[in-house]
């Protein structure tokens, strides 16, 4: 039997013995109109029910961005990073924290527009702390809608705020119909383990499931804390979870896209927080995309992540372990991956750029080597011989720039603050690189927008300053 059989039989047994706890009405109702065992909030399923419903979802599906370069597949060979999601904060370079903003936003927005390594924008890249909590997901969906033109990761909130985002999409995208039919958002739905859904989070999985778009199915468990000490154990639960909230999100909309994802990793024992880069999570999320496989599922997990305050040698070498550990495993969506420091409770510019030069870095080692009549290159091993050189060769004058070169730090730093200003020089690169190639928004379908959100509470002005940033 394959490990992956044996995690999810125990998937399936607790599912049948334990149940997932629904912290929401709508969900129980929609569970029982289908057939589901639940008392009081807790909905038991067989083996059967919830296979027959994970079944309905698609093994692969397309997000269409506004520019169609930015298109993603998910649920093939290809792995697509997604910057910071989720953070409170806003890192300085001293390490010192304070509340992110709207303009914070932005400039993340902007930074990962200009970077051709990211096919998707958006969702919570920093928390903005002076708009009301009810009406920021809205903002954000503004500030990325107006910034970039990639696929919109959205944040999630009340299901008020989803609906109106939706229906924002609505407006941007040709109707329900059109928007339905060629998904172009995609939201993180986190389980509440051990073995429970969240009331906000299923508002918003049944609202992006009623208009046909995808949802990220994800517990992110700490061993030993809110899941099983043993690895195999926090696997079995949290492919629980995923499955049950799978299941629901079919019996709104069967054939809704989504995608399996496993965030788990170790709880640090000295202080029970969330060891987001700890070596037990790296082999988890990557065995959670064998399990996405395993069910014929896109997978989601995380990379450039790091547990230090600041950028420092362990906030690299943390980043480097977790980004090249899921392209190593495969995983086709990697969140998380630009930005995030001190646990995933601040996000840090420097940092985003740090972890642009690590991605690049880790796709360039697993671009596959070349072997054909060019590269073996035999005829001028023979001309150069024993004594000569390479370095005024044709092919070498042709294809030197072929190789790799750091846009940040140095192989040959001549000044002791030469990382911090290659990092300004950097950040600066990009922002006139945005500015040179700005996206824009048609103003007819941004006046429908603001109409959709005025009726929601947020003033048009507020949404005519994040349009200006």
């Known amino acids: 039997m394959s490990k992956e059989q044996m995690i999810h039989d125990a998937a399936m047994e607790i599912l049948r013995d334990v149940g997932v706890r629904f912290h929401n009405e709508e969900a129980v109702r929609i569970l029982r109109s289908n057939g589901i065992r639940v008392e009081g909030e807790t909905a038991y399923f067989t083996e059967e029910q919830v296979m027959h419903w994970v079944k309905m979802a698609p093994s692969s599906f397309t997000l269409y961005a506004r520019n169609p370069q930015y298109n993603m597949v998910l649920g093939t060979e290809e792995t697509y990073p997604s910057p910071t999601y989720g953070c409170a904060f806003m890192a300085e370079r001293d390490g010192t924290q304070r509340p992110g903003t709207i303009a914070d936003y932005v400039k993340c927005v902007k930074l990962v527009q200009a970077n051709p390594d990211y096919h998707i924008n958006g969702g919570i890249l920093v928390q903005p702390c002076e708009v009301d909590e009810s009406t920021a997901p809205m903002d954000m969906f503004y500030a990325a809608?107006?910034?970039?033109?990639?696929?919109?990761?959205?944040?999630?909130?009340?299901?008020?705020?989803?609906?109106?985002?939706?229906?924002?999409?609505?407006?941007?995208?040709?109707?329900?119909?059109?928007?339905?039919?060629?998904?172009?958002?995609?939201?993180?739905?986190?389980?509440?383990?051990?073995?429970?859904?969240?009331?906000?989070?299923?508002?918003?999985?049944?609202?992006?499931?009623?208009?046909?778009?995808?949802?990220?199915?994800?517990?992110?468990?700490?061993?030993?804390?809110?899941?099983?000490?043993?690895?195999?154990?926090?696997?079995?639960?949290?492919?629980?979870?995923?499955l049950a909230g799978i299941a629901l999100a079919q019996m709104v909309r069967p054939g809704t896209p989504v995608v399996f994802g496993i965030q788990s990793t170790a709880a640090d024992m000295h202080s029970i927080l969330f060891a987001c880069s700890a070596p037990e999570g790296t082999v988890m999320q990557g065995f959670g995309a064998k399990m996405a496989r395993f069910y014929g599922l896109p997978s989601r997990g995380g990379g450039s992540q790091t547990d230090a305050p600041v950028v420092n040698a362990q906030a690299g070498y943390e980043s480097m372990l977790t980004c090249y550990s899921a392209y190593r495993h495969g995983i086709n969506l990697v969140m998380e991956a630009g930005g995030v420091v001190a646990s995933v409770n601040a996000t840090s510019i420097d940092k985003m750029i740090c972890d642009f030069e690590?991605?690049?870095?880790?796709?360039?080692?697993?671009?596959?080597?070349?072997?054909?009549?060019?590269?073996?290159?035999?005829?001028?091993?023979?001309?150069?011989?024993?004594?000569?050189?390479f370095l005024t060769t044709d092919y070498t004058l042709d294809h030197f720039m072929d190789l790799y070169i750091p846009r940040i730090g140095s192989r040959n730093a001549q000044s002791p603050t030469y990382f911090e200003d290659s990092i300004d020089k950097e950040v600066n690169r990009l922002l006139e690189a945005y500015e040179a190639h700005r996206p824009t928004v048609d103003a007819a379908v941004l006046e429908?927008?603001?109409?959709?959100f005025a009726d929601a509470g947020v003033p048009a002005s507020r949404l005519e300053a994040i349009e200006a940033l």
């Open 145 to 242: 809608l107006t910034h970039s033109d990639k696929v919109m990761l959205l944040p999630t909130g009340s299901r008020q705020a989803m609906e109106s985002i939706m229906q924002a999409c609505c407006a941007v995208f040709g109707g329900a119909d059109s928007f339905a039919a060629r998904p172009r958002t995609i939201a993180l739905i986190n389980t509440n383990s051990p073995l429970s859904l969240d009331g906000k989070m299923l508002d918003c999985l049944m609202v992006l499931a009623k208009y046909g778009q995808p949802a990220i199915l994800c517990p992110a468990a700490m061993l030993g804390a809110t899941g099983p000490l043993p690895m195999a154990g926090t696997l079995a639960s949290g492919t629980a979870e995923d």
């Open 358 to 389: 690590i991605i690049r870095q880790v796709k360039t080692a697993f671009t596959p080597l070349e072997v054909n009549e060019e590269t073996l290159d035999l005829t001028e091993i023979k001309e150069v011989g024993h004594d000569g050189s």
């Open 448 to 452: 429908q927008v603001k109409a959709v």
